[in-house]
């Protein structure tokens, strides 16, 4: 797991010697990587990142890490939390962690994500809400009634969080403070009537990776389709919300900025625009990840040949929606609606020799990247 803390970057010193000692604190933005062998590493994200600042031995794998409000939270493979915090110097402390049980018997911790200034930990069938400047469990609910159910993804909008079961196709959202199980979507319908039941086989449709980008629900599957959902404010499937007198007003706060995850807004799969995209990958989806920016500049844009950023002031760069590029990793690539003919054939080769082949070009590693624009609201 890796995650990286977002401290405010202090300004360049003249001096080189001081300037590289200074860049080298990790005082300073860091990024944090965990191994399967509980190594935790911590490297600058300013200079000379290839050199470790600081490292320690767990004692089991770390399977997530989350950044909140100066602490960070290494999720371990048996069950236990690793709570780190900087020092007098501002740098982190890797030697004076604390460590947070989350009971026995003892499970791995498959997820974590920050919800507003707590962090929701998937530990077997329940979600647990961690207090981190406390250090203590705020909360543990059921998050399936299934007691063999495993909580597998987390992911976080608003006031709503979504939560996905290992080996099931159904999605459950939840409400950031009140814990209230507010929605299920079962997307096994719309994977089999994209692929046909035929297609699927005995591979049942279950959820491998999750996450929130541009308002939509970004979910991959183990049979490589990638479905994007609407996230709306109003449940559709729980009628029309009445605008007469005397029915509920929502009051927005007044920072609520575009973008603010901090807003008022409960993120209900809207499932009657969902979308299945044509392209997949060949086995289970591994991941998503979002980035600010764009493949290329759109056509005909007045800088479009410049290197330069467009001026804050301006007021095109005001009005313009801001764009992400959208990756799904996994392994292999598939346009669905050609399906697999002809691949079994793809980089087989007669030689039978000793020598490690390459993989076939079906198999490789792929990503796929979607360009996606946020109107400005």
């Known amino acids: 797991g890796l995650g990286q803390d977002g401290e405010p970057s202090l300004p360049e010193v003249i001096d080189t010697s001081d300037s590289e000692v200074l860049r080298?604190?990790?005082?300073?933005?860091?990024?944090?990587?965990?191994?399967?062998n509980g190594?935790?590493?911590v490297h600058s994200s300013v200079a000379r990142w290839r050199k470790c600042l600081h490292a320690i031995?767990?004692?089991?794998?770390?399977?997530?890490?989350?950044?909140?409000?100066?602490?960070?939270?290494?999720?371990?493979?048996?069950?236990?939390?690793?709570?780190?915090?900087?020092g007098a110097d501002g740098q982190w402390d890797l030697t004076n962690y604390h460590l947070l049980d989350l009971g026995r018997p003892h499970h791995s911790i498959r997820c974590m994500t920050v919800v507003h200034d707590k962090v929701w930990c998937g530990y077997r069938n329940k979600i647990y809400v961690i207090q981190p400047k406390a250090m203590r469990i705020e909360k543990s609910f059921d998050a399936h009634p299934r007691k063999e159910s495993q909580v597998r993804q987390l992911a976080w909008v608003g006031d709503g969080i979504w939560v996905s079961i290992r080996l099931d196709s159904t999605l459950r959202l939840f409400h950031a403070h009140t814990y209230q199980h507010l929605q299920d979507v079962d997307i096994e319908p719309y994977v089999s009537k994209m692929l046909g039941t035929g297609k699927l086989g005995f591979s049942f449709v279950r959820i491998t990776a999750l996450v929130v980008s541009c308002n939509r629900l970004w979910v991959g599957t183990g049979n490589g389709v990638i479905i994007s959902i609407p996230l709306s404010e109003a449940n559709k499937t729980a009628g029309i919300v009445s605008n007469r007198p005397g029915s509920a007003v929502r009051v927005y706060s007044d920072d609520c900025s575009e973008g603010a995850v901090s807003c008022s807004f409960v993120p209900y799969c809207s499932m009657a625009h969902a979308q299945l995209c044509f392209h997949g990958h060949r086995d289970a989806v591994?991941?998503?990840?979002?980035?600010?920016?764009q493949a290329m500049p759109p056509p005909g844009s007045a800088d479009s040949g410049s290197d330069d950023p467009p001026s804050e002031s301006s007021d095109t760069a005001t009005s313009e929606p801001k764009t992400y590029l959208v990756m799904s990793g996994g392994e292999g690539y598939i346009d669905f609606r050609i399906g697999d003919e002809g691949s079994e054939l793809d980089g087989l080769s007669e030689q039978a020799s000793s020598q490690p082949v390459a993989p076939a070009k079906a198999e490789r590693s792929h990503l796929i990247v979607w360009q996606v624009a946020t109107p400005h609201e």
């Open 57 to 86: 031995k767990l004692k089991d794998s770390i399977l997530s890490i989350v950044h909140v409000k100066g602490r960070v939270l290494v999720a371990l493979a048996d069950g236990t939390l690793a709570i780190f915090h900087r």
């Open 24 to 36: 080298m604190s990790s005082a300073l933005p860091t990024m944090w990587l965990g191994a399967q």
């Open 39 to 41: 190594c935790l590493y």
């Open 286 to 293: 591994k991941f998503f990840v979002t980035v600010p920016g």
